[in-house]
């Protein structure tokens, strides 16, 4: 498991993971900013002689950027994820080379697998372990979307066909 954690700081995952997280977050800064912009900008400044055709227009960029900023943050939450399952196999994979014993890791994954459901776990601390602490007990909808690592059982089975494929066992 160690190689593991070596192979996401030899593929920079944590670098990746703050470039994502600040691109959403100036993402959801300018939808706020534009929202703002369009809900209470431009009232005081109108010319009585220039017609008000422009306020239908206003008033469903306003919905727009409403609704953008409502669900922003649920969308790059789901991409921030699938990204970070698939670095989980990118290190699952750079770890076995790093190590050259994939059946090793393999064996370590089925180990943590068998001893990782915790009582006190709960919805907002599970991305800090390495297998899903509330097991087949979770109430999240969807949470395939919102899980940090993949399922421990693709993996073992992606470290086993590496071994295959190098003959050690």
Do not use: C, Q, W
């Not at 939808?31 to 008000?52: C, E, Q, T, W």
């Not at 919905?63 to 939450?77: D, K, N, R, T």
């Not at 921030?80 to 059946?103: C, H, K, V, W």
């Amino acid at each position: 498991m160690i190689s593991h954690e070596l192979a996401h700081i030899k593929n920079y995952d944590i670098l990746l993971g703050t470039i994502i997280v600040v691109l959403v977050g100036m993402i959801s800064t300018i939808a706020n900013i534009m929202a703002r912009l369009f809900f209470f900008g431009g009232r005081g400044r109108r010319s009585k002689k220039v017609s008000g055709g422009g306020g239908k227009l206003m008033l469903v960029l306003l919905i727009v950027g409403i609704v953008f900023i409502l669900i922003s943050p649920i969308v790059a939450a789901i991409i921030r994820m699938a990204l970070s399952r698939n670095r989980e196999y990118l290190a699952d994979s750079t770890g076995a080379m790093i190590s050259r014993y994939p059946a090793g890791l393999a064996s370590a994954l089925k180990k943590i697998k068998g001893n990782s459901e915790i009582r006190s776990a709960s919805s907002a601390t599970a991305h800090l372990f390495i297998n899903n602490p509330l097991g087949k007990n979770s109430r999240v909808m969807f949470k395939s979307l919102f899980n940090s690592h993949p399922p421990i059982e693709e993996r073992i089975e992606r470290l086993n066909k590496m071994s295959l494929r190098t003959g050690i066992k």
